[in-house]
């Protein structure tokens, strides 16, 4: 499964990312949360990272995210909740 997330800007709240189905890989289990004083950081396995203003979302996404990014480095998110198909993330891009 790959990482799909809804997430929000830089400097305050999160948005959420939704997991979308990637071609056939090893399939791993959702992570525990990150021990206190430690982050959990997504990486994005998908082309293309829809973002979405709430897990529940039903429209189009507010933001479309390419991976890898334009200097040729991945998609990464700081994760700030998780669930098993929705993360809430802080996008790497500006509010």
Do not use: Y
Request: a neutral charge.
């Amino acid at each position: 499964m790959a990482l799909v997330l809804a997430v929000a800007g830089c400097g305050g709240g999160g948005v959420a990312v939704r997991r979308q189905t990637a071609p056939p890989t090893t399939t791993a289990p959702a992570p525990d949360p990150a021990p206190q004083g430690q982050s959990l950081v997504a990486q994005a396995k998908v082309a293309k990272i829809n973002v979405f203003a709430s897990p529940m979302a039903s429209t189009a996404p507010t933001h479309v995210l390419a991976n890898p990014t334009e200097n040729g480095g991945p998609v990464v998110f700081l994760v700030e909740q998780q669930a098993p198909d929705w993360l809430q993330v802080d996008l790497p891009v500006r509010p």
